[in-house]
């Protein structure tokens, strides 16, 4: 009984955050905001990516939502950028959900925005039941965390919409093979693009940009 009503409650907590998912993608879509999930571990190279992004991409107005337990280191790196950005701390929980990104909302200026990038508290497990009503979700990882890392964790990329492969001019170094992280999501889910790059040397950045252009103009 215990189990039955353990599955219940977890699917009426599903249910009411799909439900407010929807509405924050109403949001996004009423201001012409493209808004993207970004998840990865901690140490893949979320926060690197975005700062190079922002650097990147001059012909955006971008914005971030930066999610995390409890600091707010990755806010901070992101305002010396100069973008309007809303650090959220989940305090125990693993993951972003949609209730915490609609209130974010209210102080993120979406009609300045071109693209909202939604920082995932660092995990690759417990944001993969938590749509936050984004347009894609992109899963980075890096080599530095294993090249079975994909292999550990299919659900994470099942419901994603693009996925990185990071740091891969340390590969050698660390004994990975970047090419099988790649092979190994593309088993796990064929249709999305997966990109190799490096954030130090800038290797790939030019494809994950039109790779999210392509998502934005679709």
Do not use: W
């Not at 215990?2 to 009411?16: C, L, P, V």
């Not at 593309?186 to 954030?199: M, Q, W, Y």
């Amino acid at each position: 009984m215990h189990k039955i009503a353990s599955i219940e409650i977890e699917q009426d907590i599903i249910q009411a955050n799909d439900k407010l998912a929807a509405e924050n993608r109403k949001v996004f879509d009423e201001n012409n905001v493209f808004a993207v999930d970004l998840v990865g571990a901690v140490g893949s190279g979320k926060t690197s990516l975005l700062e190079k992004l922002i650097d990147e991409m001059s012909d955006e107005d971008i914005g971030v939502i930066a999610g995390d337990i409890l600091s707010k280191f990755d806010a901070k790196r992101i305002e010396n950028k100069n973008v309007p950005v809303k650090g959220l701390n989940t305090g125990k929980e693993c993951h972003l959900d949609a209730h915490l990104v609609e209130h974010a909302l209210d102080e993120i200026p979406l009609d300045d925005l071109s693209i909202l990038f939604v920082e995932n508290v660092g995990n690759l497990i417990c944001p993969a039941d938590f749509n936050l009503g984004t347009h894609i979700r992109t899963v980075i990882i890096s080599v530095t965390e294993g090249d079975d890392t994909a292999e550990k964790h299919p659900m994470i990329f099942k419901g994603a919409d693009m996925a990185i492969v990071n740091k891969i001019d340390l590969a050698d170094a660390v004994g990975a093979d970047a090419d099988k992280m790649v092979e190994d999501i593309k088993t796990i889910n064929p249709d999305i693009p997966v990109i190799k790059c490096s954030i130090k040397t800038g290797e790939g950045i030019d494809e994950v940009i039109e790779t999210y252009k392509k998502f934005q103009n679709q």
